[in-house]
């Protein structure tokens, strides 16, 4: 007979399940900080009422992911009189599978009905457990019943079981009497995310923005009134292997009338904190979405980039090759797209200036009609004040570039000489200017260009092209490289 298919009666109750352990207050002063990595450090006050000697304590409403080697309990009130002698994490808990498991050799009842409607019992001893397959029980005249059914009565609770997970020390203390005590541990399956909406202005040079924080909570248990700390940086852990779920949520954010910003932020260690004023309840498995912070009129730069054999670049070479030969190695696909790119400074200038934690942002723009409409989005890393932010929305739809090389010549064993030429044709009725990228390695110079150019850093150079409406501009330019 398959458990589900029982009905289970316990006669006597939960009185004493813990073996007459003490219970502690509900929470006081409850503190959580969320981590970006999914877990969050836990902290709160509770009042215990402690006997001279030795005394065993629980607590029930702790998290069902906790760590239990991260758990850390101490006395406020009189920290040297109080001792631990023992401390467990018991989360064998009350099912009507765990009961009947642990209940092996004692007498149960099943209760049915028969077809006249007269009740029928079944008793006898519990021989085995029913994971095992089946349940069999031992009459008293001995004879074998095998999988009974009905509902099952037993006459007492099997020790060991409680209704929630359950932290339980055994303290010894040299005083009687209230105490508070705080209790703190780690826990998975809480962690949070930063959702970000920007809307850009009709003419690309200004935008708001909002940054909701998302929390969702998986770790078993509801934290009420709880003053609520998010901790944005990569802190390490030492992880072992651990079962349990990770919640993934992808929530999109519309509203740009976000309220005023509820966090405080503060640099901690090497990380950021941000603090929010006021405490909130945050219930088991459940998402929840908190302002975080909003900033208007910020100036904004648009950018037209063509960068035709980045990431083929990127991937291909790397300091130190000793196998480069352009002659050989030279990319030949064909690449016309050119990305557009916004720009925008985290400064109190602009209106911001807050450290922003990773996340995504969803850029939106005003139609001519006052509408939103949604043009793209990127990730940040966690950005720090007063750095450039970095938006990839897409690629431009009248804007299109050629990029070939045109000649290549090796001059010695370890020089080449290496002509490029690049077309920028725009289609649409403004004229625009696009960003000609380049990447180049080792010992290099620009021996001819048909316009000037930038040298972003050791291995990049840039073009800043102007394209007439309607038309196409070419760049050509000579490389000469040693190794």
């Keep these: 007979m398959k458990l589900t298919t029982l009905t ?42 402690l006997t001279q000697g030795v005394n065993s304590l ?27 002698l023992e401390q467990n994490y018991q989360y064998d808990l009350i099912s009507p599978e765990n009961i009947l498991n642990k209940s092996v050799g004692q007498r149960v009842v099943f209760t049915s009905f028969n077809s006249d409607g007269t009740l029928r019992t079944q008793e006898g001893v519990l021989l085995n457990p029913p994971a095992n397959g089946g349940i069999v029980i031992k009459t008293d005249d001995g004879n074998l019943v095998l999988n009974p059914a009905g509902q099952v009565t037993l006459k007492q609770m099997p020790e060991g079981l409680h209704p929630k997970p359950t932290l339980n020390w055994l303290l010894r203390s040299d005083r009687a009497g209230e105490q508070n005590a705080e209790i703190s541990y780690i826990t998975e399956g809480i962690g949070w995310k930063v959702d970000y909406v920007v809307l850009v202005n009709k003419d690309d040079s200004m935008l708001d923005l909002a940054g909701w924080v998302t929390l969702n909570n998986q770790s078993g248990t509801t934290y009420n009134d709880a003053k609520l700390t998010l901790m944005a940086g990569n802190v390490r852990r030492v992880r072992e292997e651990m079962n349990g779920r990770m919640y993934k949520s992808d929530m999109v954010t519309m509203a740009m009338e976000a309220p005023a910003p509820q966090f405080e932020e503060k640099s901690f ?8 004023e006021r405490p909130t309840s945050i219930r088991d498995n459940e998402t929840k979405q ?162 000037g150019y930038n040298k972003k850093d050791a291995s990049t150079i840039e073009f800043p092209v102007n394209v007439p409406k309607d038309g196409e501009t070419t760049v050509t330019y000579t490389i000469r490289t040693t190794w």
């Design 8 to 49: 289970l009666a316990i006669t006597l109750g939960i009185i004493g399940i813990a073996g007459g352990a003490q219970a502690a207050s509900s929470p006081k002063n409850l503190q959580i900080t969320v981590y970006n990595d999914n877990f969050a450090l836990v902290k709160d006050t509770r009042v215990v009422n």
């Design 58 to 84: 629980n607590i029930e409403d702790v998290a069902a992911r906790i760590d239990p080697t991260s758990v850390l309990f101490k006395s406020i009130t009189s920290p040297n009189s109080v001792s631990i």
């Design 269 to 276: 260690f090497e990380y950021h904190m941000y603090t929010m």
């Design 290 to 451: 908190l302002s975080l912070l909003t900033a208007s009129g910020a100036p904004v730069e648009k950018e037209l980039i063509y960068d035709a054999r980045g990431d083929w670049f990127r991937n291909w070479w790397y300091p130190g090759r000793s196998d480069y030969d352009p002659g050989n190695g030279y990319d030949t696909s064909n690449y016309h797209k050119v990305n557009v790119i916004l720009r925008v400074k985290n400064s109190k200038e602009n209106h911001m200036g807050m450290p922003l934690p990773k996340g995504k942002i969803r850029v939106y723009k005003l139609d001519d009609n006052g509408g939103q409409q949604f043009i793209g989005e990127d990730t940040i890393d966690h950005t720090p004040k007063d750095e450039k932010i970095k938006l990839y929305l897409g690629d431009a739809f009248d804007v299109v570039g050629d990029y070939k090389r045109t000649d290549y010549k090796k001059v010695a064993k370890n020089v080449v000489e290496e002509s490029f030429e690049v077309k920028i044709r725009n289609h649409k009725d403004v004229p625009v200017q696009v960003k000609v990228v380049d990447h180049v390695w080792s010992d290099w110079s620009v021996t001819k260009s048909s316009i």
